[in-house]
């Protein structure tokens, strides 16, 4: 299925290129959640078994698929997003491929992806969120009842802004929600994601008011056959 695997590293983070047997030209630029890693052999979405299995599905479909440790829990901060245009250039020297590409994005890392989403998106056919994560406000606002995780959580956006812990939340607090020109659908389970659905509503109507194309599926079961699913929306955005 997959028949060449190429590790890169830039400013000390890598990125995996899974390149099928028959390449069908489009490549899907993955960009994982609070779990995801990737280094030099394997990532997150190679171990995990759901998320092996949807990019079994993207490989077999003929997609070129790559991803990138993005600096961790990156939370969405400007050198992660800046990343995320070096990655994509970095591909597309290397690889056969056409120019406008499709995303897939999990939790947090809808955060970076949102960025590449604004700034990039005539380089973007569609992008598939899954579980997303829009508004650091609402999460920080959900997690001050833990103070244990919210101490952590502003630490952590502490170090990925590189700005002092007692600067964070004025830093988000002043993060709006980016609207997507390309067409989006999310995928939200109920059980399986920490953000709210409130916070995706809220994106929804932001991509309505602006005329943008927005669909949300709410899974009540597994995530079986999602990888398809996925598929058959980045068919409908494939007419050259």
């Given at each position: 299925m997959c028949i060449r695997k190429r590790a890169y590293q830039l400013d000390g983070e890598?990125?995996?290129?899974l390149v099928p047997e028959r390449p069908n030209g489009f490549g899907i630029f993955i960009i994982g959640g609070l779990t995801h890693f990737v280094d030099a052999d394997t990532s997150f979405w190679l171990q995990n078994h759901t998320r092996e299995g949807m990019i079994a599905d993207f490989l077999e479909a003929g997609y070129i698929?790559?991803?990138s440790n993005l600096y961790g829990r990156h939370w969405g901060s400007p050198k992660a997003a800046k990343l995320t245009e070096r990655i994509y250039h970095l591909?597309?020297?290397?690889?056969?491929?056409n120019p406008r590409i499709h995303v897939v994005a999990e939790g947090m890392g809808v955060l970076a992806a949102n960025a590449f989403l604004n700034n990039?998106?005539?380089?973007?056919?569609?992008?598939?969120l899954l579980n997303p994560c829009f508004d650091l406000k609402r999460l920080v606002r959900q997690e001050?009842?833990?103070?244990l995780f919210y101490k952590r959580?502003?630490?952590e956006m502490a170090q990925a802004y590189e700005i002092e812990n007692d600067e964070v939340l004025t830093r988000i607090d002043n993060k709006e929600t980016e609207a997507c020109p390309c067409p989006v659908k999310i995928w939200h389970h109920s059980m399986k994601s920490p953000y709210s659905l409130e916070q995706i509503r809220e994106y929804e109507r932001l991509q309505q008011e602006l005329g943008y194309s927005i669909d949300l599926a709410l899974l009540s079961d597994s995530y079986q056959f999602l990888g398809k699913k996925m598929i058959r929306f980045f068919q409908q955005h494939e007419e050259l």
């Open positions: 890598w990125t995996i290129v698929v790559y991803t591909v597309h020297k290397q690889e056969i491929l990039r998106h005539t380089l973007v056919r569609s992008a598939a001050q009842v833990n103070r959580l502003l630490r």
